[in-house]
Each structure stands twice: as structure tokens, then as C-alpha cells.
């Protein structure tokens, strides 16, 4: 059996949709499965040994450039790699007009099948026009958690159900080749940044949450020049806290998959964490926390509502159970 699915962003949805992996080679451990994701989280999915090839889709980059030949060139390559398989089974999990192309594009064997989402979750960016290019559309409850979503719209076409936590196919912790970045003593990790305003905690509280974890080393990651002076204010308030260098995404992932203690956001890096299992808090200040939270193990401890922000002790509390637990 040949599988394709289509997920291209963003990095907390490619990162919620890799249990699909797990649970279709459970029940068919045969199959080769391939991905169509964008070229930024590439690295991601190749995490996961059980992806047979990964096709990079670059739209970000070429919609800068579609008038270049060599963007044109480009574009032709990905449809010519995307349709040199005839595939058994297409999902798209995304449901947008870009990904429905995609789909639209692969090939089917005989007798195969195109399968995706019938409706969107709440607040998602769903495009019904995306269902034009299906076989079959999988109606889904609208609070439906995003980790489940692929793993149920899989399980409806090929005939199994969801009845167990989500496997994400990521390696264990590696620290035997430290950057340089890297501190030597267990580390933890803020994630404080995030597109939304709304969704971030005040520097105030990083600061009081980073000095009551003293002299653990605290390190502060950042994507962007507002996110870097952020860190910096964060970091003038608690001495044992490092700014890291701006990092690759590849080097990100690292952080969290080898971090002590990561505290974040509701943003892809605080789920990276959570997929790693390392001991994890959660914070839900104004997205609902019942799309994203990390519920698969007791080291992920997920605070705060849509509206109502976790207090600093009660995280500072969380992060105490969580690093004296074994």
C-alpha cells in the first residue's frame, strides 16, 4: 500500500498531524508513506524514520517569485516528483484550496482513493472549496482535537479505530552532540513568543517564573526582532537567563527536544516539546485550550483558558511537581 499525505503547515499542525504514521503502519506495516509538506519544516517530518520520502512545497517562497523561470522550473519539478507515484490512499488534512490542489495532482492506483476533511474545527481556516477534490470527506466533530483529527479522518477510510494515545515517531533525547549554545547543566526553555499578542503572558510573569527556577539555566528562544527584545527584557530580570542566537529550526527543535523543563506558549515550539514528552507546561492565555493541549502524558501539564491566563504561581507550582517527579 502506497499513502500521501498532504499537511504543508504550519509547524504545530505538520507536528500534530505525525501520529497518523504510527497508527497506519500499526494496522498496515507494510505501507510506504510518503508527505508533501512546506520546505521550513522538511527537517520535522524526517524526524520520523518511518516516513519513506518527504516533497518539500515551497508556495512561501515562489509566490515572491512566479514569474521566474526558475521559480517556474521549480514548481514543475514538485508536480513532476508529486505524480511520479500512483498511490493507493491521498489525505489531506489541512482542507485549503493549496492542499486540495495537491491532492488534486497525485495519481491514484486502481481502485484508490482521495480523503479529506469534510468540515473544519472551530476557528480553524477551513476551505470548503478544498473538498471538490475528494473521494470521500470525513465529517468530524468541529471540537475535535488536533492531533485527533488526522488520526480519525485516517482511521474512518481504512477501517480502524482511534483507541490509542498518539505516537509521533520522534527520537529520544540526544545529548551527546551539544551545540555551542547548549549549556552543560540541565536546562529549561521559554517560549514566550508568538504572532498574536493576545496569546502572550506578560515579561513581568517570565521573569518572576525564571527567578523562582534559579540557578537553573533558563534559555530564551526568539523568531523575530520583537520576540529577540522581548527575550532581552525577560533576560535583564533574571540572572541565570542566556538570549540564545537566532536558530535554525533544526536547532530549535534540538532545544526542545533536550530541554529539562519547557515553558511556552500556545505556539508549534511549546508542542515540539510536549511531542517529545519532555516535562512541559502548556500556556493557554487566549487560544481554547481544548484544540492544542498536550493530553498523552502526565509530563505535559497544560494551564490557562481562552481568556484567562495561568497565574505565576500556579505555574511555578506546575514546574516544581514536574521536576521533582521521577
Known sequence: MKILLVRVSSLGDVLHNLPMVADILRRHPGAAIDWVVEEGYVSLVRLNPHVRKVIPFALRRWRKSLT??????????????????????????????????????????????????????????????????????????????????????????LGYPVDSAPDFGLPAPDLSNRPQWMPAAPYAVFFHGTAREAKKWPAANWIATGLALAPMPVLLAWGSEGEKREAELIAAGVPNAVVLPKLSMDEAVTLARN????????????????????????????????????????????????????SVPEVTAAAARLMAAP
Open 68 to 157: 521566474s523561470k526558475a521559480t517556474r522550473a521549480e514548481i514543475a519539478a514538485f508536480f513532476r516528483t508529486l505524480r511520479a507515484e500512483r498511490y493507493d490512499y491521498v489525505f489531506d488534512t489541512q482542507g485549503l484550496l493549496k492542499t486540495g490542489i495537491i491532492m488534486g495532482a497525485a495519481r491514484l492506483a486502481p481502485g484508490g482513493r482521495k480523503v479529506g476533511l469534510a468540515n473544519g474545527s472551530e476557528g480553524s481556516g477551513y476551505e470548503g472549496i478544498s473538498r471538490i477534490f475528494h473521494t470521500d470527506s470525513i465529517k468530524l466533530d468541529p471540537r475535535t482535537h488536533a492531533v485527533a483529527r488526522g488520526r480519525l479522518v485516517a482511521g474512518a477510510a
Open 259 to 310: 530541554a529539562a523543563l519547557a515553558i511556552g506558549v500556545d505556539t508549534g515550539l511549546t508542542h515540539i516539546a510536549a511531542a517529545f514528552v519532555r516535562p512541559t507546561i502548556e500556556l493557554y492565555c487566549d487560544s481554547p485550550k481544548w484544540k492544542t493541549e498536550g493530553n498523552w502524558s502526565p509530563r505535559i501539564v497544560n494551564l490557562g483558558e481562552q481568556g484567562a491566563p495561568p
